[in-house]
C-alpha cells in the first residue's frame, strides 16, 4: 500500500512538469477574428487632401494588427483598421458612437401613406371588375407595386387585383362572396410594406323571387270571371324584372312584395319562369294553383281563423274567406258577430271580394264573441269561429323604495291589464317585450341615483295608457380626482402639454372635468381644456410673464360632484423662441461627405429644424447637431424653419461646403 501511494506522488509530478512545458513552448494565446488567409501586401492608403476636412473630426484610434496562431498578420484587420480611419465617417455612424441615452427617437424624415379615394358611391355584384383611385405619400422604391385586398367580417384578407405600379387598381370582387354584406377594401404595397386605411363597399345581393297567394297558401278556388290575387315575395337588390309562365312580364318594379291579379277561365298554374337585377339572373321558387269551379253551388268558408282569435275595440282588422259557386248579380258580403247567446249582427259595409276590412264598435265590450262571414244573395253565411275582444292595456309601475350597491342589479314591479302579450319601455332606455304574466319584474342597473318612469307600455291593442314611478338610490364610493405626476415640470407660456389622471367613485350625468392654473394674483382660472379617458391637454396660459421663470399651482377639478385633486407646482417660462445658429467650412471631392454642425439656444428642447436644401429633422434632444452633407456642387447651408418646445425659432449663421472638382 505505502508503495502505490508514492508511486502515485511521482506520477502526478511528471504529469504536472509535461504540462507546464507545453504551456511554455506554445505560442501566445489570441482570439480569431477573422480565418486564415494568406499574407498580402496591405493596399496602399490614399494620401487626403489637405483641404478635405470635416468641421468636426473624430479622432482615429491606433490599432495592433493582430497575428494568428502562426504568427502571420491578419491582413484583414489590418484593411479594416485602415479603412475606418479614412475621414469618411457618415452621419449614421456619427450617431452610432453617441451614448444611447442621448440618441433622440423622433430623428425621423420619412413617412409613406397609401390614401384610398371616396368610394362609398359604389355598389357592386360579385365577379364584376371596379376601379380603386388612391393617392401616395413618400418615397416608394421604384420596384414598389400595389395590389388591392378585400376583407370581410371575420377580418379574413384575399387580394382582389394584380400588382399596379401607379392608381387606380383595377379590382375583381370574387363571384363566391355574398351579396348583401358590407366589406372593406385596402391598398397594400410592396416596398416598403404599407397599408391605406379600410374603405367599406357593399356588395348587392343577386335576385330571388317565390310566387303564391296573398294569404300565403299555395292554391285558391274561384268562380268563372273572378280575379284571384297573387303575390311574388323579392329579395336582393332592387329593382327586379320577372316573368310568369302566363308570359306576364314586369320590368323594373321596386315593390315588395309585388301584386298581380289574374282571371283564367280554367284551372291554371302559375310560376316564375325567371328573375333578375342589376347583378344578373336569379332564383326563383313557389307555384300558385287557381282553380275555377265551375259548381253553380256557393259555398262560404272562413279562412286563416286563428289570425282573428283576439280583436281590438277600435283597430281595424281583416277577415280572409272563400267564395265559391255561382252568386247572383248584386250579391254581396257582410262580417257579422254575436255574443255567445245573442244574435249576430252586422259589423262592416258590403263588399264584394274576397276579403273584407271592419272593426269592432267601440260599444263591445271586452269578453268572447262569434263571428261569420254572409252573402245576400243568395243569403249564407260561413261557419263560425271563436272571437275574444280584449280591451287596451294599462301598465303601472310599482311606487318602491329601492337601495342598490355599486354595480349591482334591482328589480322593478309592474302590473299589466288588458290583452298581452305586452311590452314596456322604461324612461333609462330599458326595454322588454313579449311579456307574458302579470305582476312582473324588470330589472335594472342604475349607475346613479334614478328616477324610473313608464315612457311607453302596451300590449295586443297597441300603445296603451301607462303610469307610476319609482326612485332607486345607487351607493358608490366618494368622487375623487388624482392628478398624476407630471410629464414635464417646465413648459413655455401659450404652449400645450398633457397632464395624466385618474378618477374615481361615481359623476353625475353632465359632470366636466377642466383643468385651472394660478394667474399673478394667485387666484385659479380655468384653462381650455380638452378631455380624454387617461390625460387632459390643456394649453398654459399665454400671459405674458414679468419673470423668466414663474412657478405656478395647477389643479383638476370636477363640477357634478364638486372635486378638487391635489394642487401641483409647474414652472411656467416667457415665450421665448429658439435660436439655431449653423457653422462649418469644409472642402471635399465630388461625391464625398461632410459634416456641418448646429447648435440651439433658447426655446425648449426637442427642436425640429429644415435646411435651406430641404433636408429636415424632426424632433432632436442633441445640442450640437451634426449632420451629414454630401453636395454635388459648392452649397451654403442655412436654416429655413425652426420649431421648439415654445413654439416657431429662428435660424442665423451659415455653413459653406465647396466642391473641388
Same mark, same amino acid.
Given at each position: ?21 507545453? +504551456? ?59 479603412? %475606418? ?124 323571387? +317565390? ?100 280583436? !281590438? ?22 262580417? %257579422? ?44 253565411? $260561413? ?74 307600455? /302596451? ?32 413648459? !413655455? ?114 427642436? $425640429? ?23 454635388? $456642387? ?6 429655413? $424653419? ?6 416657431? /425659432? ?12
Amino acid at each position: 500500500m505505502f508503495r502505490f501511494l508514492i508511486l502515485m506522488v511521482f506520477g502526478l509530478i511528471f504529469i504536472s512538469g509535461h504540462v507546464n512545458a507545453q +504551456r511554455k513552448s506554445s505560442s501566445p494565446r489570441r482570439q480569431i477574428l477573422a480565418p486564415k488567409k494568406k499574407t498580402t501586401k496591405p493596399a496602399k492608403q490614399p494620401t487626403p487632401s489637405k483641404r478635405d476636412t470635416s468641421v468636426l473630426k473624430k479622432p482615429v484610434q491606433a490599432t495592433t494588427p493582430k497575428t494568428d496562431t502562426t504568427g502571420n498578420v491578419d491582413s484583414l484587420n489590418v484593411i479594416g483598421t485602415n479603412e %475606418q480611419s479614412q475621414d469618411t465617417l457618415t452621419e449614421k455612424e456619427a450617431e452610432d458612437r453617441l451614448e444611447k441615452s442621448a440618441k433622440p427617437a423622433a430623428d425621423s424624415i420619412r413617412s409613406y401613406k397609401i390614401i384610398v379615394d371616396d368610394i362609398s358611391y359604389l355598389s357592386v355584384c360579385p365577379g364584376t371588375i371596379i376601379a380603386i383611385p388612391f393617392k401616395t405619400e413618400g418615397p416608394f422604391d421604384e420596384d414598389n407595386t400595389f395590389i388591392a385586398q378585400l376583407i370581410d367580417a371575420t377580418g379574413k384578407t384575399v387580394p382582389i387585383s394584380l400588382p399596379v405600379k401607379k392608381s387606380p387598381v383595377k379590382a375583381v370582387i370574387p363571384s363566391y362572396k355574398i351579396g348583401g354584406e358590407v366589406y372593406r377594401i385596402q391598398i397594400v404595397s410592396s416596398i416598403p410594406v404599407v397599408r391605406s386605411q379600410e374603405v367599406p363597399i357593399r356588395l348587392l345581393q343577386a335576385p330571388t323571387g +317565390r310566387i303564391e297567394f296573398v294569404d300565403g297558401t299555395q292554391s285558391v278556388r274561384i268562380m268563372p270571371g273572378q280575379e284571384a290575387h297573387l303575390r311574388v315575395n323579392l329579395s336582393g337588390a332592387a329593382p327586379w324584372s320577372f316573368m310568369l309562365s302566363d308570359s306576364t312580364i314586369v320590368y323594373q318594379t321596386l315593390s315588395n312584395p309585388h301584386y298581380i291579379s289574374v282571371k283564367p277561365k280554367d284551372v291554371k298554374a302559375y310560376k316564375l319562369l325567371g328573375i333578375s337585377n342589376a347583378c344578373g339572373s336569379g332564383v326563383t321558387s313557389g307555384e300558385a294553383i287557381v282553380n275555377v269551379n265551375n259548381n253553380p253551388e256557393p259555398k262560404l268558408e272562413l279562412k286563416e281563423v286563428e289570425k282573428i282569435a283576439k280583436l !281590438c275595440s277600435g283597430v281595424p282588422f281583416q277577415v280572409p274567406f272563400n267564395a265559391t259557386g255561382k252568386y247572383k248579380e248584386g250579391n254581396h258580403f257582410v262580417v %257579422q258577430i254575436a255574443e255567445r247567446t245573442g244574435a249576430f249582427k252586422t259589423i262592416s259595409s258590403p263588399d264584394t271580394s274576397g276579403y273584407i276590412n271592419t272593426e269592432i264598435p267601440a260599444s263591445y265590450k271586452p269578453g268572447e264573441y262569434r263571428l261569420r262571414v254572409a252573402s245576400s244573395a243568395p243569403y249564407l253565411v $260561413s261557419q263560425t269561429t271563436n272571437v275574444t275582444i280584449v280591451s287596451p292595456t294599462t301598465t303601472v309601475l310599482q311606487t318602491d323604495s329601492l337601495r342598490l350597491g355599486e354595480n349591482e342589479t334591482g328589480e322593478l314591479s309592474l302590473k299589466f291589464a288588458g290583452g298581452g302579450p305586452w311590452f314596456v319601455l322604461l324612461s333609462d332606455g330599458t326595454y322588454e317585450n313579449n311579456i307574458q304574466e302579470s305582476p312582473y319584474k324588470i330589472k335594472v342597473k342604475p349607475l346613479y341615483d334614478t328616477n324610473y318612469q313608464i315612457t311607453s307600455a /302596451g300590449g295586443l291593442c297597441g300603445v296603451g295608457k301607462f303610469s307610476g314611478s319609482t326612485k332607486v338610490s345607487v351607493k358608490s364610493a366618494p368622487a375623487s380626482i388624482t392628478l398624476e405626476k407630471l410629464p414635464q415640470n417646465l413648459v !413655455c407660456s401659450g404652449s400645450t402639454i398633457e397632464i395624466p389622471y385618474k378618477t374615481e367613485g361615481r359623476y353625475n350625468q353632465g359632470n366636466k372635468f377642466v383643468v385651472q392654473i394660478t394667474d399673478k394674483s394667485g387666484r385659479f382660472v380655468t384653462l381650455p381644456t380638452t378631455v380624454t379617458p387617461t390625460t387632459m391637454n390643456v394649453k398654459i396660459s399665454g400671459t405674458a410673464l414679468a419673470d423668466t421663470i414663474r412657478t405656478q399651482k395647477i389643479r383638476i377639478i370636477s363640477s357634478s360632484p364638486a372635486v378638487s385633486s391635489a394642487i401641483e407646482e409647474i414652472d411656467v417660462i416667457a415665450p421665448d423662441k429658439a435660436v439655431g445658429e449653423v457653422s462649418g467650412r469644409a472642402t471635399v471631392t465630388a461625391g464625398r461627405s461632410t459634416r456641418i454642425q448646429l447648435k440651439f439656444k433658447n426655446g425648449l428642447p426637442p427642436w $425640429s429644424f429644415t435646411l435651406s436644401d430641404g433636408t429636415a429633422i424632426n424632433g432632436t434632444f442633441l445640442n450640437p447637431y451634426l449632420i451629414s452633407v454630401s453636395p454635388t $456642387s459648392t452649397t451654403e447651408y442655412k436654416i429655413s $424653419s425652426l420649431k421648439s418646445g415654445c413654439g416657431s /425659432g429662428s435660424g442665423k449663421g451659415s455653413a459653406v461646403v465647396t466642391v473641388d472638382n
